[in-house]
């Protein structure tokens, strides 16, 4: 049975998979005018060329930008028709095979996949003629990679995969991100292209030299795994890039990046926190949490500083400020700088969140504190701390599609008692006890302290 169908126009979204339209009811019986339709999502990503780059026998073309291509072009009724097949050269699975008079002919599957194309003639006189036979190579082509959002986290994590695809191809490889992050990445990762999304956008054509396309994202509404090989939430954040591009998934080396200067900020012991998240699913919600760990910290001889982009956010009725007692080096600051912050501190205390990820690629030891995520969700550190006892790890429950918009997003207790008992729950006892682990295995001061003096 055929896999793969004719092209469709569909985009992909932010949040991946087609758009689906907007069903807008009729409410002039009840008196009320009808809801405006919903805006049509945005695609955060630059265009395939059109028509297909490489260029065969018989006006033929074909390329793999966004998935397998085949154009062919129209036939006279007395000339026959063309056959066209798609397939696996890995697995020798046929995924498409079918007769055509012209038109184009798109893969379904958009990840990388060993595409061998085949393309005959049947004349009407009975005759087969093989015109193409091509199978996918990426070695010494010109491959773009796109990452569709500005988010810290995600890029941080899913380059060292696009960094590893093209020394393993040996593509010539151009990946576009967003321009805040590229000073922090560019010029220390070699084998690779980096340009920011409007530079991208504002070279016209772009996109037309390029041999094969691939988007990462995180796509929430790709039930039939059109865009990734499995589900992200079943892999995590960042190894979602990995099966995407076709390479090991298990390899949590951080991306290269810069770091403003090499001299400490500070001279004293220091610990950098990050407290802030864009929902409060994300945040520890544990009232006393911070306050208790800042106080721990600063007992043991540490300077705590703050480091998060603000020093308040919420919304409506919920807003999350700096802990007391935290030194304020908040602020819309270089990343390289808060690179710097990092790299120097004892170590990193934060949520899941791009400052952790950035720690992370500074060679930070990070202590994470996440109940909403499952700790494969990102990168491997020994002192994540989870409480197993409550609900957690909505985030990977492919039951559950996240709401963007909705900051007190809590889809198993929204609304109830349990409302973030994920993190509400993780004590400050089990926090310091995590970072006690960490201070003991680093040989840091403070590897002394009584457990009884850990907090509630």
Not at 20 to 28: I, N, P, Q, T
Not at 100 to 120: E, R
Not at 249 to 257: F, G, K, R, S, Y
Not at 406 to 435: K, M, Y
Request: glycine share 8%; hydrophobic share 40%.
């Amino acid at each position: 049975m055929s896999e793969d169908l004719p092209m469709t126009t569909d985009a992909p979204t932010p949040e991946g998979g087609a758009p689906e339209k907007a069903l807008v009811k009729d409410a002039s019986s009840a008196g009320t005018p009808p809801a405006a339709p919903a805006p049509e999502p945005v695609n955060p990503y630059l265009p395939v060329p059109m028509p297909p780059v490489m260029e065969a026998p018989e006006g033929i073309r074909y390329d793999f930008n966004d998935g397998a291509r085949v154009a062919v072009p129209e036939l006279s009724p007395e000339a026959g028709e063309w056959r066209v097949r798609l397939a696996d050269a890995v697995t020798g699975n046929v995924l498409f095979d079918a007769r055509l008079k012209a038109g184009m002919v798109a893969s379904t599957k958009k990840y990388v996949v060993p595409f061998l194309i085949d393309v005959w003639l049947h004349a009407a006189d009975g005759t087969v003629r093989h015109v193409l036979h091509h199978e996918m190579s990426l070695s010494g082509r010109k491959v773009l990679v796109q990452l569709p959002v500005g988010t810290l986290g995600d890029t941080l994590g899913w380059l060292p995969f696009v960094i590893r695809f093209a020394r393993e191809t040996g593509a010539d490889m151009t990946c576009s991100i967003a321009e805040a992050i590229l000073p922090l990445v560019s010029g220390v990762n070699s084998g690779i292209t980096l340009i920011g999304h409007e530079a991208a956008k504002a070279q016209a054509d772009f996109t037309a030299g390029f041999y094969a396309t691939y988007y990462i994202g995180l796509f929430f509404s790709d039930k039939e795994c059109a865009r990734q090989p499995t589900d992200f939430r079943h892999v995590g954040l960042h190894r979602t890039a990995g099966y995407i591009l076709g390479v090991g998934p298990h390899d949590d080396t951080p991306v290269a990046i810069n770091i403003d200067d090499d001299m400490r900020p500070v001279e004293e012991p220091y610990v950098c926190i990050a407290v802030q998240a864009s929902t409060q699913c994300k945040y520890w919600n544990n009232p006393a949490g911070w306050r208790d760990v800042v106080t721990f910290l600063k007992d043991r001889g540490y300077r705590v500083i703050c480091i998060d982009q603000k020093p308040v956010h919420g919304s409506g009725l919920v807003w999350n400020h700096i802990p007391h007692g935290a030194e304020d080096e908040t602020g819309n600051r270089p990343l390289s700088e808060r690179a710097r912050w990092l790299k120097h501190a004892a170590f990193f205390v934060g949520l899941s969140s791009g400052l952790a990820w950035l720690a992370h690629a500074a060679g930070t030891p990070v202590v994470m504190i996440s109940g909403f995520t499952h700790p494969d969700n990102e990168f491997a550190t020994p002192w994540r701390v989870i409480n197993w006892h409550t609900c957690n790890s909505c985030w990977n429950d492919p039951a559950h599609q996240f709401d963007h918009h909705d900051f007190l997003w809590c889809p198993r207790h929204a609304g109830t008692d349990r409302q973030f008992e994920c993190t509400r729950l993780i004590t400050s006892r089990q926090v310091n006890g995590t970072i006690m682990n960490l201070i003991r295995a680093k040989g840091l001061p403070g590897a002394d302290y009584r457990m009884e003096k850990l907090g509630a």
